[in-house]
């Protein structure tokens, strides 16, 4: 007889995942002792949705049968007695939801019901779209599982310093499901699952809902994707795949094209990497004691036909869809050949690995090292991935060591082709095409590949060999310390291939070999060791080398050539009053010219930047005087682009105090911005003219964004309140006077080519007004005005940068409303939930301006209590009745709601919350404000929904971790953490704060409390129970009861007591406030009930935290 069909009210394509996923999470990321055990139960349980991976219980004649009578006869649900009947419309939706994602209609059932279960969790949304939610919800749960379990194998690349018995099981099972055919299946799911299919399947039958859901089951759906591969990806980083397997993702990568701008998305980029490293035989070294083991883990040692096999497949004739991608893994496969006929004991394979050579050419005549660059390193996710950077770093190093003559034979080639090039232009002809640029594409990728090092690897340090004997003893370097340590061969090759790829440097290769050598120099130590190379190669030696010119990749030839064009530019630099000033033809510098200029300015900035040493001895030489001469060129008529790469480049040289003091004084004597007007002077002069008259009618704005950049760096770095002495009166104001009024409030009004740019400029501007305001502090003396003689006359002293932005936040100044409009415009294009050019630069515009107004916030009492004690003519008003006052765009006072809504995007922009709820947390302690806050966030009923469900959302982030020290550098992940922590504990000051008002107020809003009755009718209910929405109270809750249940009790005093501490204050206000009404026995009852759970939770929390301290201090 078969078995009664019953509904699991959890949800089977839901509930069971997201348990296999906390418990995955708790045994491998949070290493927790007792959750071994219930891994090894929950994977037994798991193994069958493992091995069948993503495959959904088949549709039902008797479930249909039984779905379509449930609104007479009803179901039975699992827990519950009886049965229980289904309305007509659920009926529907099942049905739909059946269609739709093609399972059984049971399960489509439970997907409803569990959706209307999770309905408070998403305010606005139906069941039917929550249940769309939970089911690739669920699919992520298994695939992230799937990776984690992976990633905690045992294997060659990292270990996770997990318990061996864990380590044991996890491996055991990730090899069953191998053995089962993994491979075929991640990559099919990955091929099936297609974002567009399917948000037109959900667009057909109305499966989506708000833009925030759209995202939302955008985001669900593509990592789904990206976990699968990551899994495969993880798996081949451990142990390679095998023969079969590898062929299967080879058959694969044959049919994957680029995205839109080129690079390789985030699921291929994945599968590109596990296959090279499936290729990788650089961990076998000659010395490496487990040598014989590496090699007997690897089937191109173990498998004689593996290498057979994937031999024949790459050197068949048929293009894949991508050259370039195919060019990759050649590439790969020539340098693994190349690896296994150098190790001496393996002979068996010379008929394959002879064949290496070959196939490296192949690879490069089909622009290898183009395709790496513009499709793989500019891919998106590629720098977030230490692993993928490291295998890019090893493909590109062992293709240097152990191909020379092949590195030489690129060389040969770029020579040649540059002579034919010269000989064409002396004889006026055309250049001969194509050429190949293959050196030119090596050098480029090497550049792209080391510019950017999230992860501080310096991995570029492989590429210098300072050990080796220079010409100068002064300038010798020492590698981590040790001076005359014999370094490994390859390095020696490496060092060798920078130095000579300069040596008689033909112009075609002339800035790619400069760009290459700023991605070498990124990092402290590299920077260092290139500013000695390019020492090195304008001393005397290497003039003997290049010839009379000297070397042209030195600092002697670059600073004499910057100083030629200063002398030949300054002898056409017309007089300030010529009305043709910026129309002169540029006779100087050529095209040609300025691209090497802007290459080499990018190299010095680079060094500079990242060596305070070369820094200080670049400055102090008392031949090339870098701050002199490019302040020079700064004068003279040439383009806005060179002119911003010279302001960038002093930027790098300003980091040094010592420099950016100096460098105060040098711009104001040169007058880059003119601060001092001079009765005769017809016209303007200097970067306003620039901005007003060139960049405004070019509609780019590069020198203007430099200009600000370095303001924000010397503002940093030094800051004379002298400057200007003797010519004006002395301090910032023209300065912050150019900065607020031309580029600040003009920057919406300008025009811009490329429409990010103009986000670019709101940041660099907002970001220095953001430095003086936080290193500022009110003093008494500023709120004196004093005189000072200048010329014979007396003038008042200019006040403290800080001083006016204060002023101009204090009232309802230009510069308040823009930033006010800004934070408007900011969340409008973030509700939209849509990629738009500029996002990441808008985001810190608003995050800039937040931080002003919780600066202001901060300091505004001191300001005017000084501002009373004085007789200064000011009228300032504060910043909370400002933020009251009536946005000119929308008619309403609702500044306050602009800011507050920030935090429904907390998920998204951790850092706009946590900037948010600082404001807010300021706000809520002014009583007098509290009914003004309250008639704002519920002016507009969808507005206040998203307000309490942004405050809901941040309380419930899982994310959020509290840092016990926070003096320490934390990784950008645990950064994220402690933003997310700081953000709830700013919340509940708020609920704090307000409940110490006289009601109604603001906590008692957000704590779900009557508004418009008094406090003690409020009847209390759990979220979703007769329409109550969930609110904070129910967030706290939440956070007071999580892992109660557990041995190691409430989670909260485990891992945040001061979080818990807050959480248990909020509820007893509350309750004192409800229980005060002793008529109301409904709310009574209630409060009752919850201070039942609290002392529950406070007595298993006091008994676990003393037997915590006594156990600690035993040991």
């Known amino acids: 007889m078969a078995a009664p069909l019953a509904v699991i009210s959890g949800a089977s394509l839901w509930g069971p995942y997201k348990d296999l996923w906390q418990t995955v999470v708790n045994a491998v990321w949070k290493r927790q002792p007792e959750s071994i055990h219930l891994l090894d139960q929950v994977l037994k349980k798991h193994k069958p949705d493992f091995i069948s991976l993503f495959r959904n219980p088949p549709k039902n004649a008797q479930q249909h049968e039984k779905i379509q009578k449930a609104s007479t006869e009803g179901v039975a649900i699992q827990g519950q007695q009886g049965t229980r009947p289904l309305p007509e419309q659920l009926i529907r939706e099942a049905f739909i939801l059946s269609n739709l994602f093609d399972i059984a209609e049971l399960a489509a059932v439970e997907l409803l019901l569990a959706g209307e279960h999770q309905q408070p969790y998403f305010p606005g949304l139906t069941r039917g779209l929550v249940a769309v939610l939970l089911y690739w919800d669920g699919k992520r749960c298994i695939a992230n599982s799937l990776r984690a379990l992976i990633q905690s194998r045992r294997g060659r690349t990292w270990t996770l310093e997990l318990s061996p018995e864990l380590v044991s099981i996890t491996t055991h099972f990730t090899d069953e499901l191998m053995e089962q055919g993994l491979t075929h299946k991640i990559l099919t799911l990955v091929s099936q699952i297609d974002l567009n299919t399917e948000f037109e399947k959900l667009q057909r039958e109305r499966g989506l809902g708000s833009e925030k859901h759209r995202k939302e089951v955008a985001d669900l759906i593509k990592e789904c994707r990206l976990s699968l591969a990551e899994s495969l990806f993880v798996w081949t980083c451990q142990s390679p795949l095998s023969r079969d397997d590898t062929l299967i993702l080879i058959t694969y990568l044959e049919k994957v094209t680029v995205e839109a701008d080129g690079s390789l998305d985030n699921v291929n980029l994945a599968l590109l990497m596990a296959l090279l490293y499936c290729f990788d035989v650089g961990c076998v070294d000659q010395g490496a004691e487990n040598r014989e083991e590496l090699m007997n883990q690897l089937p191109l040692f173990t498998d004689r036909q593996y290498i057979a096999a994937v031999h024949t497949r790459l050197q068949e004739s048929q293009p894949w869809k991508l050259p370039g991608l195919q060019a990759t893994v050649r590439l790969a496969w020539a340098l693994a050949l190349r690896g296994i006929s150098q190790l001496s004991d393996v002979t068996a394979f010379a008929e394959f690995t002879e064949a290496d050579e070959a196939t490296a050419e192949l690879a490069i005549a089909d622009n290898v090292f183009l395709f790496l660059t513009e499709s793989v390193v500019r ?65 480029l990728c090497i550049a792209e590949l080391y510019k950017k090092d999230p992860f501080n690897q310096e991995l570029a340090l492989e590429y210098w060999c300072p050990s080796e004997p220079l010409q100068s003893s002064t300038v010798m370097g020492s590698y981590i310390g040790i001076t005359h340590q014999r370094p490994p061969q390859r390095q020696v090759v490496l060092s060798k291939f920078v130095r000579q790829m300069g040596d008689l440097l033909p112009s075609t290769i002339y800035i790619p070999y400069l760009k290459m050598l700023q991605g070498l120099a990124s990092g402290p130590q590299c920077a260092h060791y290139c500013f000695t190379l390019l020492k090195v190669n304008g001393s005397s030696h290497a003039e003997n080398i290049q010839g009379a010119g000297g070397s042209p990749v030195s600092w002697e030839h670059f600073f004499h050539s910057l100083m030629l064009y200063h002398e030949h530019l300054r002898k056409d630099l017309p007089s300030a009053d010529s009305i043709q000033y910026r129309h002169l033809p540029l006779r100087g510098i050529t095209q040609k010219e300025q691209d090497g200029l802007i290459a080499f300015l990018e190299l010095t900035s680079t060094i500079v930047k990242w060596s305070e040493n070369a820094r200080l001895a670049l400055c102090e030489h008392p031949q ?43 711009l104001e004597y040169t007058q880059i911005l003119q601060t001092v007007r001079v009765p005769s002077q017809r016209q303007a002069i200097g970067i306003e003219v620039e901005l007003n008259e060139i960049e405004s009618r070019c509609e780019e704005y590069p020198l203007t964004i430099a200009f600000c950049q370095l303001i924000s760096t010397l503002v940093e770095s030094s800051f004379p309140s002298n400057l200007g002495a003797g010519l004006r009166p002395p301090g ?82 230009p510069m308040l409303e823009l930033c006010l409009s800004l934070l408007e415009e900011g969340v409008k294009h973030l509700d939209t939930y849509a990629p738009f050019p500029g996002k990441k630069h808008l985001e810190k515009s608003v995050q800039y301006c937040l931080g002003l107004l919780n600066l202001a916030l901060q300091k505004e009492n001191v300001f005017m209590n000084y501002l009373r004690e004085s007789h200064l003519s000011l009228i300032v008003t504060s910043l909370e009745q400002l933020l009251q006052g009536i946005n000119p765009r929308t008619k309403k006072a609702d500044h306050v709601v602009n800011i507050a809504r920030y935090l429904y995007h907390g998920t998204t922009n951790p850092e706009l919350a946590f900037e948010s709820s600082k404001i807010l947390c300021c706000i809520s302690c002014n009583a007098n404000i509290q009914v003004k806050l309250i008639g704002d966030f519920t002016q507009d009923q969808s507005i206040s929904q998203k307000l309490m469900a942004g405050f809901v959302e941040c309380l419930d982030s899982e994310t959020a971790e509290e840092i016990i020290n926070p003096m320490e550098e934390l990784e950008p992940e645990k950064k994220r953490g402690q933003i997310y922590h700081e953000t709830r504990i700013n919340i509940l000051n708020i609920l704090i704060t307000s409940l110490e008002c006289s009601p109604p107020n603001l906590a008692l809003y957000l704590l779900g409390y009557e508004l418009k009755k008094p406090v003690s009718t409020t009847n209390l209910q759990d979220a979703g129970v007769l329409g109550c929405p969930r609110t904070c109270l129910h967030a706290i809750l939440n956070i007071l009861e999580k892992g109660s249940k557990t041995r190691y009790g409430p989670t909260a005093v485990q891992e945040s007591p001061h979080l818990a501490e807050l959480c248990y204050q909020v509820h007893k206000i509350s309750l004192l406030l409800v229980s005060l009404d002793k008529g109301n026995k409904l709310s009574v009852h209630k409060s009752l009930i919850f201070v039942s759970h609290l002392s529950r939770f406070f007595q298993k929390s006091f008994v676990l935290l003393f037997y915590s301290a006594l156990s600690e201090a035993q040991i």
């Not at 912050?736 to 920057?747: E, I």
């Open 379 to 443: 891919a998106e996710n590629f720098y977030r991935d230490e692993f993928y950077i490291r295998r890019i770093h090893n493909l590109i190093t062992e293709f240097l060591a152990l191909m020379p003559m092949k590195v030489k034979q690129l060389r040969n080639r770029a020579d040649e082709d540059a002579r034919m090039i010269h000989m064409s232009i002396q004889m006026g002809n055309e250049p001969p095409l194509p050429l190949r640029r293959d050196l030119e594409h090596l050098m």
């Open 624 to 666: 090339w005087t870098p701050v002199v001469v490019i302040l020079g060129l700064l004068q003279c008529s040439i383009p806005p682009i060179l002119k911003a790469k010279l302001l960038d480049t002093l930027t790098s040289f300003g980091k040094s105090p010592e420099i950016a003091a100096s460098l105060w004084q040098s």
């Open 732 to 813: 910032f104001d023209p300065y912050l006077q150019f900065l607020r009024d031309s580029v600040f409030l003009r920057f919406r009004t300008r025009a811009y080519r490329r429409a990010a740019e103009k986000w670019e400029v709101a940041e660099a501007v907002l970001e220095v007004f953001y430095k003086l305001l936080r290193d500022y502090e009110p003093q008494l003396e500023d709120f004196v005005d004093q005189y000072l003689e200048l010329q014979g006359e007396e003038v008042i002293a200019y006040k403290p940068p800080g001083f006016n932005l204060m002023y101009h936040l204090l009232n309802e100044s």
